[in-house]
């Protein structure tokens, strides 16, 4: 049985292999780019305004590609980018013209924020030259800041949360927007050496046309988004000579205080008041001209942002995502196994039921190989440190480059507290050929010092990718007793097999000029036990219209298979017997392009559930009504019917962000959310005030209420509640550059 489904999973890929060889087959062919820039006696004032002497006696770089909507047209307006460079600083001036300026978007003021909604631009230097790893700068048409380190060719939305010391500046006027740029050379990490070269990609785009142009030509098979991190497909930056790259060392000291009001219920009107006052300190020191070290003390993250809520309807865990700035930057590095799912390391395990009471990191480059090690000691309070109650969290990375996109790597974690210890070793190898095809693989073992948890779990696929077909088969094998302790492990004792195909052909139809893209896909995922027995199963099927303007609508079919071992509690008063299961379901959702002013997506889905009846409905909307205000709410709601005691339920999630800017440097925003299975009404309001470069004052409030309404299906805010408790914290922190 499991023989056959290899051998028709097998055809499927071979046959998408053989349709798209002659794209496969060979590397991208592109012309060689190369801009070498000009030495500046005199550093240009970075204000957005192009008047500086030295921008007027150098040639411009002006071949920008169009990646979307029409891959490979030249771009559908001028964009011009000189570079130069002194000791310290390397300087980009832009113009970007438009013939419509007052159609350029551009509202967002929250660094970090939604850039992508505006007109904006991306720069990416590849300072070891190694066609893999890079350094992504994001800016928007009003200089707002974002910034991201690409691993490996790879982005992901946790890699945005690298956070640099540069400089953006820019000016809307009647022939479009100019920018001005200066990235710092300490913020980069690059080999020694008398001449250096760099990577660059340099990218615009332009919002309400859902244009995206590129220099160099990056094409649409390395995906729209993907092209920015197609690293071995940059250009070269040429010649840089005599950087002074500084001592390389940044200390960050904070300072705390806060209260917490705690009230447990409405018949003890006592209140129970904490207050907080503390400090610590963030140290980033530059070992090498290759290796950064990153030390905390007495860490403090009051200033991270809430949890999106979530309803578990399922029997194996959520995910919930990493927002700690520490253990954020570079953790692309660190990443092995398959994301959100079976992975050897998530952060996030470290120091949410206790305290890090200090740690170290260290990232960069030795040679070929990219080295990161993290040390973090956690415990209940600072007496803790080193003792028989504190744990030691250890994680050691590394990773080398073997062929032109082929890379090897090995990864080790150990949790060790009293006489216990979790430890877990891995192994990984990746080749990316053609355009977005890659073979993946890794294996990783643990070792327990209870024994009965001594386990592995592997992992390989394949991928061909290119922008009209793609194909994918995948075989995942979980132990039954794996349990990193440093990991996130949502399902074990499990062997899958995984295939997917599409096809996503562009639509050039005079009739259908609103349709850019359709896409066809289907699915078919089987996973057994480690004894062979059938655990799940599903067949899917969906097709999706992707409109010229980021509209998109989708439907899908689908048919799952459960088999349930043992009872599962999909609520505390409602059991589902052991049994198999069988269900099927069809669902449409759509939505429209979150640039726009006002903007909103919808998505509904009915069918069979566990022997009885869901139906799933939700959407979102949002109100960008200037650059000082954005609203953002979605409703989430299931309802379940199920020939069980208490069977019949359902599930609804509420929230509403409100995002506040007075400019680029003080702005605020407020979570407030609602479920109705714990009843809790919460709310988080966020400001931050980015006083210097780098260095923030932060005040947060917290704030929860639990209704006691019995009828737990009604929210009525009316009702009598109980308020859980309310936080306030004051954090300040104060970058030091030596």
């Known amino acids: 049985m499991r023989l056959s489904k290899i051998i028709v999973s097998t055809a499927i890929l071979c046959s998408f292999f053989t349709l798209s060889f002659s794209t496969f087959a060979q590397e991208s062919n592109l012309s060689i780019n190369e801009y070498t820039p000009v030495f500046a006696d005199k550093a240009p004032r970075i204000d957005g305004y192009l008047d500086d002497e030295i921008w007027s006696t150098i040639s411009p770089i002006t071949t920008f590609t169009q990646v979307w909507p029409n891959d490979g047209s030249p771009a559908t307006e001028e964009t011009e980018v000189r570079i130069v460079y002194d000791r310290d600083y390397l300087y980009f001036a832009f113009k970007f013209h438009d013939k419509n300026p007052e159609l350029i978007r551009a509202k967002n003021l929250e660094r970090g924020g939604r850039n992508d909604r505006d007109d904006n631009a991306y720069i990416a230097l590849d300072t070891y030259l190694d066609g893999r790893n890079a350094y992504l700068f994001e800016m928007n048409a009003l200089g707002t800041q974002d910034d991201a380190t690409i691993t490996d060719e790879g982005l992901t939305v946790e890699d945005f949360s690298w956070d640099a010391v540069f400089t953006s500046e820019t000016v809307i006027d009647d022939e479009g927007w100019s920018m001005e740029v200066s990235i710092p050379f300490r913020q980069l990490r690059f080999p020694e050496g008398d001449e250096l070269e760099f990577g660059l990609m340099l990218s615009r785009t332009i919002n309400r046309k859902n244009e995206r142009v590129l220099w160099p030509a990056i094409g649409l098979e390395y995906g729209n988004f993907g092209a920015l991190a197609a690293v071995s497909q940059y250009g070269t930056l040429k010649g840089l000579k005599n950087i002074r790259r500084g001592k390389n060392i940044e200390i960050k000291p904070y300072v705390i205080t806060g209260a917490q009001e705690v009230r447990p219920d409405l018949a003890n009107k006592a209140t129970d008041i904490d207050y907080t006052k503390d400090f610590g300190l963030d140290l980033k020191y530059g070992i090498s001209s290759n290796l950064t070290l990153d030390m905390t003390v007495n860490t403090d993250f009051a200033q991270v942002e809430s949890d999106n809520v979530q309803l578990n309807l399922s029997r194996f865990s959520l995910f919930f995502p990493e927002k700690r700035e520490f253990f954020l930057e ?171 195909a599409s096809y996503s052909p562009k639509v050039n139809w005079e009739s259908l000029k609103s349709i850019n893209r359709l896409n066809f896909a289907g699915l078919y995922d089987y996973i057994e036990g480690q004894n062979g027995n059938i655990q799940s199963s599903s067949i899917e099927f969906e097709t999706s219209i992707e409109f010229r303007r980021r509209d998109n609508i989708s439907f899908e079919i689908d048919q799952q298979f459960e088999r349930l071992d043992v009872p599962f509690a999909i609520r505390p008063t409602a059991i589902i017997p052991a049994g198999d299961y069988t269900f099927s379901t069809f669902g449409i959702s759509g939505g429209t392009d979150s640039s726009r002013r006002l903007f909103g997506n919808a998505r509904f889905s009915t069918g069979e559930f566990f022997h009885g009846n869901r139906t799933d409905f939700g959407g979102g909307f949002g109100f960008r009504q200037s650059q000082h205000l954005t609203l953002e709410g979605s409703v989430n709601h299931s309802t379940i019917d199920l020939p069980i005691t208490d069977g019949e339920f359902d599930a609804t999630t509420v929230s509403l962000s409100i995002l506040g800017a007075v400019n680029r440097k003080l702005f605020a925003r407020t979570l407030i959310q609602y479920d109705n299975f714990s009843r809790d009404l919460q709310a988080n309001f966020r400001v931050d005030w980015i006083h210097t470069p780098g260095s923030d004052l932060f005040f947060v409030y917290n704030t929860s209420h639990h209704f006691i309404e019995a009828n737990e299906n009604v929210f009525d805010p009316r009702r009598n509640s109980i308020m859980n408790n309310q936080v306030a914290i004051l954090k300040l922190t104060y970058l030091i550059l030596l």
Do not use: C
Request: no cysteine; hydrophobic share 35%; glycine share 10%.
């Open 330 to 500: 570079r953790s692309g590095l660190f990443g092995h196994g398959n994301l959100r799912s079976t992975q050897t390391f998530f952060s996030r395990r470290i120091g949410l039921s206790n305290e890090i009471l200090a740690g170290a990191r260290m990232t960069g480059q030795i040679g070929r190989f990219s080295v990161g090690a993290l040390n973090i000691e956690t415990g209940d309070e600072m007496s803790d440190f080193l003792g028989s109650n504190s744990a030691n969290n250890t994680v050691a990375r590394v990773r080398t480059k073997i062929l032109s996109r082929a890379t090897i790597g090995g990864i080790f974690t150990n949790l060790e507290q009293a006489n216990s210890y979790n430890r877990a070793l891995g192994a990984d190898a990746q080749y990316r050929f053609g355009s977005a095809s890659q073979f993946n693989a890794w294996f990783t073992n643990v070792w327990d010092s209870n024994r009965l948890m001594n386990d592995a779990a592997g992992h390989a696929s394949l991928r061909l990718q290119n922008d009209l077909y793609s194909g994918e088969f995948s075989y995942t094998n979980i132990g039954k007793n794996y349990n990193p302790a440093l990991g996130f492990v949502r399902r074990t004792d499990m062997r899958e097999y995984y295939t997917r």
